[in-house]
Each structure stands twice: as C-alpha cells, then as structure tokens.
C-alpha cells in the first residue's frame, strides 16, 4: 500500500485531474493511514472531479460508515448502485453499506437478487454472509460464508468470517479447520492480523484478540480501521471495544 500510495500521488504530479487516483489516495489515507479527515478530502475532491464514476462515490460511502455518517454514507451507496447497477463487486460493496447502516433486509435482497443473475461471484455471497447473522439466520451466514470461500479460492477474510461465524453457530470443527488453514497461510504469507482477531474474540479468547487488534494497527493494516463492522455478530467485551476504539475510525 505504500508504494500504491506513492504511485497515486505521481499520477497525480502528472495530471491533477485524475478523480479515480484521488479516491484511491483519501482510501489509503482514510483507511491505511487511518486519517480521515485528510482521506475526506481527497475523497470528495474525487466525487468532484468525477461524479459519475461509482467507485469514487462506493470510497466515499465507506468512510463515511466507519465514521458513523450513516444517512450520507447510504447515499453514496445508492449513487454507486445508480451508476454502475450491473457490478458484482461495486454493488456488493454498496449492499454492504446500505446494510450496515441498518437497512438489512433491503440490502440482503438486493444481494439474493444478484446472487440469482449471476451465482459465481464470491463477494455478494461474503456480504451476505455478514449480513443474514444481523437478522439470526446464522445459519445462512454460515452456507453463504462456506460458498464464498468456494468461489474465491479460499480468499483469507472469507476463510475468517467462516472461522468466526462456525464458532457462534457451534460447527467447531468447521470453524477449527479454516482458522488453521489461516494460521498456515500466516506462516508462509501476509494474512491482516485483523481477521484473527475477530476469531478470537468469537472464541472469547480476549487477550489474544486485543493482541492481534494492537498488532494490526502497529502494521497499519487497513481493516483495523473496519473492525466495529462486526458489532452485532461478535460478543463483546470491554478490552476488545477500548483497543477498537483506540484504533479504529469509528
């Protein structure tokens, strides 16, 4: 991320009307850098510059959430469904959103209907594994989590809600099998620490999730800043809400 971040900002020494790089650069700031103030400005110089590309409003409508904007962060969600209705991935995105700030059942069958057209994309069927658990249809999270790690070849954070959601749902021997697959993945390979620490603290494991919590933001992993997306699924604990809220956007 780094070097993307260096390459965004000679691309825009170059050409300072380039909209999609300042979104890439208010993401990274905003995320990475875990600076929002700084990443809203790019970000809205984005929307600006280009209105009418739906990356830059999905950007916007993530730090927006995180931030706890959540009226202005549904409308950017919406504006990202208006302008690119036929994306697997910006639509998934902006369900996600739209979910999080409350609009479950609204963003779950927008998810099933995409689901429906195209059955093979990993994200939406990931988003709504998120999601369904809000409603508790853990069960569901479960099977849509097991395809979304099918479809993606194993990608780690669908490796990780699996994990976490086999815990609540009691598949431990599900849950036990794809935090090893991680945990070897680790060994050989970058894995965000965050992903771990939403399965120990599934696994009311608080030490081990507030280690990982304080690893990630010594790395600057950028999904520390989206931990609080998980509240309403995990259980709580008060060590693990302090080290969020210490390091996270919210």
């Known amino acids: 991320l780094p070097k993307s971040l260096e390459l965004a900002e000679r691309a825009l020494a170059i050409d300072e009307t380039i909209s999609e790089a300042h979104s890439f650069i208010g993401f990274l700031h905003s995320f990475f850098e875990r600076d929002p103030v700084r990443g809203e400005r790019s970000l809205r110089r984005a929307v600006e510059l280009g209105q009418n590309i739906a990356v830059n409003h999905s950007n916007m409508a993530a730090?927006?959430?995180?931030?706890?904007q959540l009226e202005e962060a549904m409308e950017a969600a919406e504006a990202t469904q208006r302008l690119d209705p036929l994306?697997?991935?910006?639509n998934a995105w902006a369900c996600w959103w739209i979910g999080l700030a409350g609009r479950h059942?609204?963003?779950?069958?927008?998810?099933?209907?995409?689901?429906?057209?195209?059955?093979n994309h990993?994200?939406?069927h990931h988003v709504l594994g998120d999601l369904y658990p809000r409603l508790e249809r853990i069960e569901d999270g479960?099977?849509?989590?097991?395809?979304a790690v099918d479809l993606s070849g194993g990608n780690s954070i669908c490796l990780?809600?699996?994990s976490y959601l086999s815990t609540l749902g009691g598949s431990a021997e599900e849950a036990e099998k794809s935090f090893q697959t991680l945990r070897?993945?680790?060994?050989?390979?970058?894995?965000?620490?965050?992903f771990f620490a939403w399965i120990h603290q599934a696994r009311h494991d608080w030490d081990e999730a507030v280690r990982c919590i304080e690893e990630a933001a010594h790395i600057n992993d950028p999904w520390v800043a989206t931990y609080s997306s998980t509240k309403g699924i995990l259980p709580s604990n008060p060590r693990v809400d302090?080290?969020?809220?210490?390091?996270?956007?919210?």
């Open 105 to 119: 059942e609204q963003s779950i069958a927008q998810l099933e209907n995409m689901i429906s057209l195209d059955p």
């Open 184 to 194: 070897d993945r680790a060994r050989e390979s970058y894995v965000p620490p965050t």
């Open 122 to 124: 990993w994200l939406p």
């Open 242 to 250: 302090e080290a969020v809220k210490r390091f996270s956007l919210s």
């Open 87 to 90: 994306s697997p991935t910006n």
């Open 142 to 147: 479960i099977t849509e989590s097991r395809n």
């Open 63 to 68: 730090l927006f959430i995180f931030r706890g």
């Open 160 to 162: 990780a809600q699996l």
